[in-house]
């Protein structure tokens, strides 16, 4: 009998890793941008977000139910159409939305950078995506070190904000959505759907959660409620530090800003030595890119070994053991990308995939929910979730702008390319992540 992995993760457990991998790049670099769309009722975009995240979730708990070994977007994908080019499409979107991730993080620490030490912006960029490559070449235990480092003490700058700020709470009215670009302040369906476009880039990994499903301590109860626990707290706080931001900073000052949570903290604790929170923030950043760069060379490497990519990216460093070739194109593209781009564009830019993605998933499930024969899992939603799961998935992206379209675009027509050159087997189009 073949060796099974222990369940010892437990309900606590699981909303901290999901906590901890929610939380990153997203609130650190982007409320500024997101109060310039929204003005005082940004917290209004993240709340649009969660819903989105946590109809979505409610799905992937469901699929890893009923497909614990191989819940990805690409397998259920395949499962329900059986179109090996459709699957290979949402597979390595999944993957290219980490790419414009970490473009978005790379962005986002040059602002804080740049803050402190007066370089100019590309050289920062720059210098940060090798520096993070190299730690990934390096070796993965350096990687997870410099991991657990970044998320304690991005998790402690959020704390710090939250308790700064508390005392803010209340001199703004937060329904106040005038801005330059909705001059009258109308809070429409059509504003917050356009702002949750953006601010839905800060709840990437809620996905992840059913990595570890196998894991799980009673995971047809656990495995739901650890991830609507996960979004609902990494909500409470988006929203608490969206609100404690605009009652220090005005908003227009806010979207102007290239380190927003930076200039919250000089009003609201002047007493901090100045650049100690900027510090904060890079590592909190860094940890967004880190992460990113190490599942997406992870799943190159694994690719390319079931002739999915270039079989080139399949090989290992000799004495490091790592994916350095994988490593070293996911740098090249990366370089392109945040040196082209702004925050904004990128971050929205990973949103379209993603939402494309689970757009896609959800609609997955509601064919297999009503394919007769089907085995059901031991969680099961009704299809009223991932119908208005797709619903809110197709909503948001109405409202993408063109710049994230363009981008989000030069990435899918990338992977038609990489699929009419590869020409992959069904079956392993099935198993691409897996």
Known sequence: MSATLSRRITLGLLVLFGVGDI???GIYGLVGKAAGEMGNAVWLAFLTSMVAAGLTGLSYASIGSRYPKAGGAAYVTHRAFGKPFLSYVVGLAVAASGLTSMAAASRAFSGYFTGLVPLPQPVVVALFCVAIALVVIRGIREALWMNAICTIIELGGLVFILAVGARYIGAVDYLDAVTPANPTGSITPALMLSGAVLTFYSFIGFE????????VVQPERNLPLGLLLAVGISSVVYMGISVVAVSVVPAGELAASKQPLVDVVRRAAPWMPAGLYGFIAMFAVANT????FV???RLMYGMARQGLLPSALGRVHSTRRTPHVAALAILGVLLVLALSGDISTLAKATSVLLLVCFATVNVSLIVL??????????????????????LICLAMLSFAKS???????????????LYLVQRPSARAVE???T
């Open 208 to 215: 992840d959660i059913l990595n570890v499903s196998e894991e």
């Open 295 to 297: 599942m997406g060379s």
């Open 23 to 25: 939380l990153g790049a």
């Open 431 to 433: 198993h691409l992540e």
């Open 369 to 390: 929910q009503r394919r007769p024969g089907e085995a059901r899992g031991r969680f099961e939603v009704p299809a009223l979730v991932p119908a208005l799961g797709t």
């Open 403 to 417: 710049q994230e379209l363009f981008v989000a675009g030069i990435m899918v027509a990338a992977i038609v390319g």
């Open 289 to 292: 890119a880190l992460l990113n």
